[in-house]
């Protein structure tokens, strides 16, 4: 008999401990979701639209940039199993800020160089804060006005990068618009959550979560002549591991002078802000599931989150410099597995079942080349979609962290502070508002705060 089967109501899924973490393997501590799988084949679009960051910026080859996308996600694994019950992903809203900084230095081997000091001093910070401990208390730490600044400031800088001048809805307008209609409706409505145990098919739709939105988008973006029909080839992808070790990483470019690593510090604090708020938004999105589970302890720890993502930024700095960061949450996705969760244990058993399943599907899906070629046309439309749902649950729950009007009020300088300025600003403006507001305390009383929810 699976151990998955055993545990007990109020428990927590069963694990092998190690240290700080908690070791968790498919079939033998939790049950396989295969509709969580199937999502993932077809989501490794999103993850295969770092490609296009990569040869951007630093000018790489497609197969080479594979082979970054290819190691990020084996890394991807980690979180769940080592015990974080979360799906991971990129730090979204911190690319365009590490983007700009790069592109301060002459194309070629200073800008690989830059892109590796960054990551491996976000790597060394991140790991840094998780094994002394500090992490959970920086979280705890932080006033309310401004974790809900940070989250929605994230939110809203994730829809601004589709609708600004030259994003992705001015490319796709049609096939985004019907795509992120049908997918809030399925994932987020009341009335679709009341009639889906109606019918067989309806209930099928709700387990599949996003998947049946990519599938839909792969014949509407052709038919809106929006995106070519795609041209399917048979295969397994050949990732480019060669060229990228030769020219894009330490192995052939050597170690960035110190200077590098000097310069990177500002904009790693900048990035670490942002990255910040997702591990908020990984604590309020699985304390809102926890409460709704009861069978099932969910235990999500800020300092061993911190560890892992850290470990997976320091690995890709080393072995391939990935622009689009190690971070410890993908919010969509994530949204959309809790949400499955939510339904019950009938639904998905554990919530480390729904997220290992899932990133377990993205790394088959990018190892099959008739899946990658199939999602290729459309791997914009799946980036705006994912962003657009991250935009709203970051606006949701960064208005949940508020406790006080003003907490809301001053959350919302800040959050549109940091889609114009920067997260530096950002950070700095929640600051001075706090003290001006509440004094050295940076927080309201506990007798003033109350739900604005």
């Known amino acids: 008999m699976s151990l998955w089967k055993q545990r007990k109501d109020g428990a927590e899924a069963p694990f092998w401990p190690m240290g700080p973490f908690k070791v968790r393997l498919p079939f033998l501590h939790y049950r396989f979701e295969w509709p969580d799988y199937l999502q993932g084949l077809l989501m490794c679009a999103v993850d295969l639209a770092a490609i296009s960051l990569m040869t951007e910026l630093l000018g790489m080859p497609f197969e080479a940039a594979l082979a970054v996308v290819l190691i990020n996600g084996a890394f991807y ?27 301060t230095f002459p194309e070629g081997e200073a800008r690989v160089h830059a892109l590796i000091a960054f990551q491996m001093m976000l790597g060394l910070f991140a790991i840094g ?10 979280v705890q730490l932080i006033p309310s006005a401004i974790k809900a600044g940070i989250i929605m400031g994230s939110g809203l800088a994730a829809v601004a990068v589709v609708f600004e ?19 809030f ?20 739709l709700g387990k599949l979560g996003i998947f049946p939105i990519i ?25 480019d591991f060669a060229t ?18 000097l310069t990177a510090i500002p904009t790693v604090l900048a990035a670490y802000i942002v990255l910040f708020g997702d591990v908020l938004q990984s604590k309020a999105i699985l304390a809102e599931a926890d409460e709704m589970r009861q069978d099932e302890k969910i235990d999500y720890n800020a300092d061993r989150a911190h560890l892992i993502f850290g470990a997976r930024n320091f690995g890709m700095s080393i072995i391939g410099p990935d622009v689009a960061m190690c971070g410890p949450l993908w919010a969509a996705m994530h949204v959309v597995i809790v949400e499955r969760f939510k339904k019950g244990r009938k639904a ?4 480390f079942g729904g997220a290992g399943s899932f990133r377990w599907g993205t790394n088959t899906g990018l190892l099959l080349l008739p899946v990658v070629s199939l999602v290729q046309p459309i791997l914009g439309i799946a980036l705006a979609l994912t962003l657009l749902i991250q935009g709203y649950v970051s606006v949701r729950i960064g208005i949940q962290e508020a406790k006080t009007e003003r907490d809301l009020g001053i959350a919302g300088i800040i959050g549109a502070i940091l889609v114009v300025k920067g997260a530096t600003w950002a950070f700095a403006a929640g600051l001075l508002l706090c ?3 509440y004094g050295w305390r940076l927080r309201a009383p506990k007798k003033e705060q109350s739900d604005v929810r």
């Open 77 to 103: 694994l980690l979180h769940h199993l080592l015990g974080d019950p979360v799906v991971p992903g990129w730090i979204t809203p911190a690319i365009p800020l590490l983007m700009m900084y790069v592109s």
């Open 129 to 138: 804060l998780g094994a002394s401990g500090v992490a959970k208390r920086v």
């Open 165 to 183: 001048e030259g994003g992705r809805f001015e490319s796709y307008p049609f096939t985004i618009s019907i795509a992120v209609g049908i997918a």
């Open 185 to 204: 409706y399925l994932i987020f409505s009341r009335h679709f959550a009341t009639v889906q145990n109606k019918h067989w098919v309806l209930r099928a």
């Open 215 to 239: 599938a839909l988008a792969i014949v509407i973006a052709p038919l809106a002549s929006e995106a070519p029909w795609p041209d399917i080839e048979w295969g397994i992808t050949s990732p």
């Open 244 to 261: 990228l070790f030769a020219h894009y990483t330490v192995f052939g470019v050597g170690l960035p002078p110190l200077s590098m690593f």
């Open 348 to 351: 998905m058993d554990s919530i």
């Open 435 to 437: 003290f001006l507001l």
